[in-house]
T-cell receptor, first 113, second 115 residues
Framework: KNQVEQSPQSLIILEGKNCTLQCNYTVSPFSNLRWYKQDTGRGPVSLTIMTFSENTKSNGRYTATLDADTKQSSLHITASQLSDSASYICVVSLNNAGNMLTFGGGTRLMVKP | EAGVVQSPRYKIIEKKQPVAFWCNPISGHNTLYWYLQNLGQGPELLIRYENEEAVDDSQLPKDRFSAERLKGVDSTLKIQPAELGDSAVYLC?????????????FGEGSRLTVL
C-alpha cells in the first residue's frame, strides 16, 4: 500500500477557476514534503518544498499547505491557466538512515477553456 | 546551466532485445537516481548512487537490469533482455547532498516501448 495517497486521481476544471489537490501520508519520520508538476512527456519539476515547521509556501499561483499533525498537505492553484494542465505529484522525504523519498501516484489536472 | 540530460528520449524494441539509457546529471551533483514511471503513476526508485557507489539498489530487478556510474558522473541503465512489462518511462534525477534535503532535478525521461 502506497504510504503517500493523493486525491483526486484526476480533475477537470475550467480556465480561471481555483482548485485544491490533496496529499495524505503515513510515512515517518518526516523530513520534508514536496510538490512537483509534471507536464505530459516531461520530467517532474519542483514547485515547493516544506519542512516540518512550515505551514504554507507559495510559488506564484501555487500555494502548498502542510499540517504535520494530521499528516496532510494540499496544493491550491489560483486562477488556473491552460498551462496548468499536468500531473501534480506529492513526495514525502524521510529523515532516516535510508533517506527515502516516497512518491504519491499523482493527480492529473486538466484545465479546459 | 544545463539540466539533467537523458538519451534517447524514445526507444522502441522487440522483446528479448537489449536496451540502454544514458544520463548526464547536473554538474557537481553527487547523487544520481534512476526511476521507473508507469503511465498514470508516480516514479518508483530503481537505484540511487552517491558518487560512484550504488547505495540503494533494492528495487532494481538484477536478473535483467544493470546500472553503472563510472567516475561518479554519467550513468547508464541497461535492460537485457527486455520484456513487455518493461514498457515505461525511465527517469534520471540528480541532487546535491542527501536525498531527504537536496532538491531533485529530473531529466525529460526515456520512454521505452517493448513490442
Amino acid at each position: 500500500k502506497n504510504q503517500v495517497e493523493q486525491s483526486p486521481q484526476s480533475l477537470i476544471i475550467l480556465e480561471g477557476k481555483n482548485c485544491t489537490l490533496q496529499c495524505n501520508y503515513t510515512v515517518s519520520p518526516f523530513s520534508n514534503l514536496r510538490w512537483y508538476k509534471q507536464d505530459t512527456g516531461r520530467g517532474p519539476v519542483s514547485l515547493t518544498i516544506m519542512t516540518f515547521s512550515e505551514n504554507t509556501k507559495s510559488n506564484g499561483r501555487y500555494t502548498a499547505t502542510l499540517d504535520a499533525d494530521t499528516k496532510q498537505s494540499s496544493l491550491h492553484i489560483t486562477a488556473s491557466q491552460l498551462s496548468d494542465s499536468a500531473s501534480y505529484i506529492c513526495v514525502v522525504s524521510l529523515n532516516n538512515a535510508g533517506n527515502m523519498l516516497t512518491f504519491g501516484g499523482g493527480t492529473r489536472l486538466m484545465v479546459k477553456p | 546551466e544545463a539540466g539533467v540530460v537523458q538519451s534517447p528520449r524514445y526507444k522502441i524494441i522487440e522483446k528479448k532485445q537489449p536496451v540502454a539509457f544514458w544520463c548526464n546529471p547536473i554538474s557537481g551533483h553527487n547523487t544520481l537516481y534512476w526511476y521507473l514511471q508507469n503511465l498514470g503513476q508516480g516514479p518508483e526508485l530503481l537505484i540511487r548512487y552517491e558518487n560512484e557507489e550504488a547505495v540503494d539498489d533494492s528495487q532494481l530487478p538484477k536478473d535483467r537490469f544493470s546500472a553503472e556510474r563510472l567516475k561518479g558522473v554519467d550513468s547508464t541503465l541497461k535492460i537485457q533482455p527486455a520484456e513487455l512489462g518493461d514498457s515505461a518511462v525511465y527517469l534520471c534525477a540528480s541532487s546535491l547532498g542527501q536525498p531527504n534535503t537536496g532538491e531533485l532535478f529530473f531529466g525529460e525521461g526515456s520512454r521505452l516501448t517493448v513490442l
